[in-house]
């Protein structure tokens, strides 16, 4: 059933603004606009459309009244002294948050660590079967920072670098971290299938993302790059990081909280922060 919308004047003690997709869009627009900068002109076409799209279903939802609907029954905000928020009711009957339950972080950070020493298997085991050193993709990899090994030669490439392996392993536990951390928020979304996500969809997603703009990123890296091996090293990143971080424990998530309970600031019976 939808819910009832009522008019511009319920105060907010009674009603709260509906939910909308249009910033998600625009924002995916703007995001496709600047990326065919450095791909193609068909992906700013798609997100020209896209944020055009986003910006008037969100901008129709607030202008010239911002849409509201009732507050579910049981859940209304008590009101302290002033008329300050002092606290909402129990939360049977809110509208529920996606995903309702997250991983913990540091199962995120440990399955960004293991994904990595999985990635860095694949991608120093093409160095190894390829060219016969293990450091041609670690040098690579510090190119995504330094200009100066888009000029070496392959010679150089093979040789060991004492600054660019250490621009190398800080890139790529940055990434790997990162990665984990996400993983810990997104996995939650496909409870069912979690490694439907984290071994495939998410290594797909990333291999095209490193596909459109390797060449501005990282020239040095599309230029020596095999694909298939690069696809090989995100999957193995994907299928080690989600199998830890699936089998970790969730949380609840913080979203429907304000910044206050998140912050465990309390208030005294006068409605003032202590």
Do not use: K
Not at 64 to 70: F, I, K
Not at 126 to 146: D, E, K
Not at 248 to 263: I, Q, W
């Amino acid at each position: 059933m939808e819910p009832e919308r009522t008019s511009h004047e319920v105060p907010y003690l009674r009603a709260i603004p509906v939910p909308t997709s249009g910033p998600l869009i625009a924002a995916f627009g703007v995001s496709l606009l600047f990326a065919g900068m450095v791909t193609s002109y068909a992906v700013s076409v798609v997100g020209v459309f896209c944020a055009i799209w986003g910006a008037v279903r969100w901008f129709g939802d607030c202008f010239p009244h911002e849409d509201l609907e009732e507050l579910p029954e049981g859940c209304e905000q008590s009101v302290s002294l002033g008329g300050a928020v002092e606290q909402a009711a129990p939360a049977h009957g809110v509208r529920q948050v996606m995903p309702a339950e997250v991983h913990e972080y540091r199962a995120g950070v440990r399955g960004g660590i293991v994904g990595g020493i999985a990635m860095a298997v694949v991608a120093c085991g093409w160095g190894v079967l390829q060219h016969g050193s293990v450091w041609i993709p670690i040098n690579l990899l510090a190119g995504i920072v330094t200009p100066t090994v888009e000029a070496a030669t392959l010679e150089q490439l093979d040789r060991f670098d004492a600054a660019w392996f250490m621009l190398a392993l800080l890139v790529h536990a940055g990434l790997s971290v990162s990665a984990g951390l996400l993983y810990s928020v997104s996995l939650p979304m496909w409870p069912n299938r979690p490694m439907l996500l984290g071994g495939l969809l998410m290594p797909a997603m990333m291999s095209g993302l490193a596909w459109g703009t390797m060449g501005l990123v990282n020239p040095a890296l599309e230029q020596h790059i095999s694909w298939p091996y690069f696809v090989a090293s995100q999957v193995a990143f994907g299928v080690a990081c989600g199998a830890l971080v699936a089998r970790g424990t969730r949380v609840p998530a913080s979203a429907p909280f304000n910044l206050a309970e998140r912050l465990r600031v309390e208030r005294s019976e006068t409605g003032e922060r202590l």
